[in-house]
């Protein structure tokens, strides 16, 4: 990752280049920034209290250490001495530079910027009461409430799938989180297409398939089997999340998703540091189904209040034959159960 791009990402986030302090804060040594002197009673502390500095990188190392790999979707790889995540892999799941949080972690930083702390709680994987802690801790003051504590889809629009049964549809936020589908998109996409709220049996947090369509275009392998034109797809989901990130420069757990794709995946980031920006409206996929075999698609996307919506109608008189026949059979199978329901992404 060259020099540039990584301070073209720190941009995005709102995290400070490697070498220099947190945003807004002045650049002072270890001892202006209240890390522990050789006089002190107890390296890190005043007056048996820890400074906050010290207090803040004791936190974050014991969060860190706790997270296997394998719960933030990384490979724990061979000759892995350290207990938990290594510093390095918080730092790409953050989208913060190396440098900068291991100096984080050694208490010789300055404040860092509430974005950042989000995006560090994002990667950590901390529950609401520790990221308000590590607000505490580290700024003494509590974080502001989450933009969408619940962007759950109205009804109507979940009537709305309902309502189109032969044509899949479904709804994302910007993040391209899946929230809802109908039956024909399960039906399409298979039983791994699910809602970001459903775990993935045998899954750890942040893998690949936790109901994200980027996390599913770039790190499921199934996908690229079955997107016939990858490749187009892949470059345009990138463009779509670079314009979120614009819109949303706030947004941690968008900033935690880029940095964990740029650090799992060569292709999203190299093809984000062309900078490309796209809001997509409609276009056109081929899909090979194991079942009705290879589907010509047009898909619309349609904003629907913070939420976009997805349909996808044949392309041709073929796919559409296939198209019925899969839906009704999927259908039957499954009368019992309700027709929109957590799904998996694809």
Do not use: C
């Not at 996409?189 to 699910?194: A, D, E, H, L, V």
């Amino acid at each position: 990752m060259t020099t540039g791009d990584t301070a073209a990402r720190h941009a995005t986030t709102g995290e400070p280049t490697a070498g220099t302090p947190a945003a807004g804060a002045p650049t002072v040594d270890a001892r202006a920034a209240g890390a522990p002197t050789a006089g002190k009673a107890a390296a890190g502390e005043t007056a048996g209290r820890p400074l906050p500095q010290a207090e803040l990188a004791a936190f974050l190392r014991a969060r860190r250490t706790r997270l296997q790999p394998e719960q933030v979707g990384l490979p724990r790889g061979p000759r892995r001495r350290t207990p938990g995540l290594r510093r390095q892999e918080v730092a790409q799941l953050a989208a913060v530079s190396v440098e900068w949080y291991v100096r984080l972690e050694q208490g010789r930083v300055g404040t860092p910027g509430t974005a950042v702390l989000d995006a560090l709680a994002e990667a950590l994987r901390l529950t609401s009461d520790e990221r308000r802690h590590l607000h505490l801790i580290a700024r003494r003051e509590s974080p502001a409430a989450p933009a969408d504590p619940a962007a759950e889809p109205r009804d109507s629009l979940r009537r709305l799938l309902d309502g189109i049964p032969l044509l899949p549809a479904y709804l994302t936020d910007h993040r391209l989180d899946v929230l809802a589908h109908n039956a024909a998109a399960r039906a399409l996409f298979g039983p791994s297409f699910r809602t970001a709220d459903t775990p993935t049996p045998d899954a750890g947090p942040g893998s690949g398939g936790t109901g994200n369509l980027a996390r599913m275009i770039f790190l499921d392998p199934a996908a690229r089997t079955a997107q016939l034109d990858w490749e187009q797809v892949a470059r345009e989901t990138v463009g779509h999340l670079r314009a979120a990130a614009g819109r949303h420069p706030d947004d941690a757990r968008l900033a935690a998703l880029i940095g964990e794709l740029r650090y799992r995946s060569g292709e999203f980031d190299r093809w984000w540091s062309d900078h490309t920006v796209l809001d997509r409206s409609s276009g056109r996929k081929r899909v090979r189904h194991a079942e009705a075999g290879v589907l010509h698609l047009h898909y619309d996307i349609l904003g629907a209040g913070p939420h976009l919506l997805y349909t996808l109608t044949p392309a041709d008189p073929a796919t559409e034959r296939a198209l019925r026949r899969l839906v009704t059979a999927h259908t039957a199978a499954t009368a019992a159960t309700s027709s929109v329901h957590p799904f998996t992404a694809a």
